[in-house]
């Protein structure tokens, strides 16, 4: 199996399918790495707050001493929101480093546009209610960080993720490198086509997390919460194909050059989301897929709070 790659505004490829380990814990995480890499998946989405980086790491370093290369996986990584300033982001940065046993990461994030207070606690509260407490820390500053990083050769390629068009041009217009991708929340229920058209006038790729609408988290799904898999329209185009719902929702992405980035631990569901690239969706599909849009946000983590000097 070949994984499709896009051409990033810094000049690197970035595979069109990666796969997602938020959610997955230590022991199936490491064994799910295992079976994506042996599978043919070359792109590993990571974050320093899944809190899973040292199993990935260890997995990474026993995969890439058994004769895969280092230059063949695609490796993204996240910087937190309590790692928002100039000395916090170059600490986080190298623990990431060493967390996942790399020399160079190929795409690093900064996670959320907002600081939270920086110390131990990723979710730090504040004292008189349970709301997060924020930093004044400014994003701009925490690019500058990556910048320097890009220049060092510890990291390739540089973006974002959970930016909204106003933070991503005030972004572009306080920068020398501007962001190469955006990763956002994206499946047929919530298109982004807005957002996709501004980032695809700036040459910034994008990368939809959630891509099946997260079908099994008891995280961020309520009961009665649609299913993007049980949607009739979906299974029939399944069936047309001879494939799964999964498989026609992720094509549809891949099919507008969008990149995504499943979450599995299930070997047989990891082989299933990587089966994409035998067919095509027909026009009249596309749009009928198109028609299920409905703003439907099932990640709702923003801050919320317009009080915050960067939102
Ligand atoms: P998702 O990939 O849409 O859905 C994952 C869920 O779907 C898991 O419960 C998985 O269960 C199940 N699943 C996987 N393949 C399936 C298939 N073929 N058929 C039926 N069910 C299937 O949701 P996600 O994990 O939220 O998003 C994917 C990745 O995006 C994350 O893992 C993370 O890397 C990234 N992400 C980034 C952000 C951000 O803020 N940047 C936010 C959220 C997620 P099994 O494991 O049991 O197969």
Not at 33 to 50: F, K, L, M, Q, S
Not at 116 to 142: H, L
Not at 275 to 280: P, R, S, V
Request: with cysteine; charged share 25%.
């Amino acid at each position: 199996m070949t994984i499709p790659t896009l051409k990033l505004s810094s000049g690197y490829e970035m595979p069109v399918l990666g796969l997602g380990t938020w959610e997955g814990k230590p022991g199936e995480v490491e064994k799910a790495v295992e079976v994506a890499v042996n599978a043919g998946y070359t792109h590993i989405d990571c974050a320093w707050v899944y809190g899973n980086q040292m199993e990935i790491g260890e997995t990474l370093k026993r995969l890439f001493s058994s004769g895969h290369k280092r230059e063949n996986i695609f490796i993204t990584s996240k910087v937190w929101n309590t790692f928002h300033s100039a000395p916090a982001c170059k600490k986080n940065v190298l623990e990431i480093l060493c967390q996942l046993h790399l020399k160079y990461i190929d795409l690093m994030l900064i996670h959320w546009p907002i600081g939270y207070e920086e110390g131990g606690d990723p979710f730090p509260k504040r004292k008189d209610c349970d709301k997060i407490k924020y930093s004044n820390e400014d994003y701009v500053t925490t690019w500058k960080v990556l910048e320097d990083f890009v220049k060092e050769g510890k990291i390739r390629s540089i973006g974002i993720s959970n930016f909204n068009h106003k933070q991503i041009e005030r972004l572009i217009a306080n920068s020398t490198i501007k962001p190469a991708v955006l990763q956002i929340e994206m499946h047929p229920y919530l298109q982004q086509k807005k957002l996709r058209a501004f980032c695809s006038e700036r040459g910034i790729a994008i990368t939809a997390y959630s891509p099946l609408g997260c079908p099994g988290s008891t995280f961020f799904r309520k009961p009665g919460d649609p299913n993007i898999l049980t949607e009739p329209s979906v299974k029939k185009i399944a069936a047309a194909h001879g494939k799964t719902p999964a498989q026609v929702v992720l094509r549809w992405a891949v099919q507008q050059n969008v990149i995504v980035i499943p979450k599995s631990t299930s070997e047989t569901r990891i082989k299933e989301n990587a089966a994409l690239f035998d067919f095509q969706l027909t026009e009249a599909e596309m749009k009928e897929i198109d028609g299920l849009d409905r703003g439907w946000r099932f990640v709702d983590f923003s801050p919320g709070d317009s009080d915050h000097p960067h939102l």
